[in-house]
Nanobody, 119 residues
Framework: QVQLVESGGGLVQPGGSLRLSCAASGTVFSITAMGWYRQAPGKQRELVATVSSGGSTNYADSVKGRFTISRDNAKNTVYLQMSSLKPADTAVYYC?????????????WGQGTQVTVSS
């Protein structure tokens, strides 16, 4: 089992910055990829960014150039640095970890942290 705890959400003005953190615990050795997803009211959950165990990253087009995902394997923590925030970025942000056991993969999710971009 993997447990994920997010922190760092809050209220920020348009153009501002926030950094989200997600600390993993439990069977962390099984984790391969980690990432961030978000869900705005009335919308489906969508991918924001992912980072593999080797450091390869992937971003949604809507956040490219504004958000940066990073991973500290020693601390079992993944970060999302968000800059030039827009009201459209308002959502609950969820941390995700993919764990692999043999040939099977399992998804784990954090509880979510609210990010509100508003003046």
């Amino acid at each position: 089992q993997v447990q994920l705890v997010e922190s760092g959400g809050g209220l920020v003005q348009p153009g501002g910055s926030l950094r989200l953190s997600c600390a993993a615990s439990g069977t962390v050795f099984s984790i391969t990829a980690m990432g961030w997803y978000r869900q705005a009211p009335g919308k489906q959950r969508e991918l924001v960014a992912t980072v593999s165990s080797g450091g390869s990253t992937n971003y949604a087009d809507s956040v490219k150039g504004r958000f940066t995902i990073s991973r500290d394997n020693a601390k079992n923590t993944v970060y999302l640095q968000m800059s030039s925030l827009k009201p459209a970025d308002t959502a609950v942000y969820y941390c995700n970890a993919v764990a692999q056991w043999g040939t099977s993969e399992y998804d784990y999710w954090g509880q979510g942290t609210q990010v509100t971009v508003s003046s």
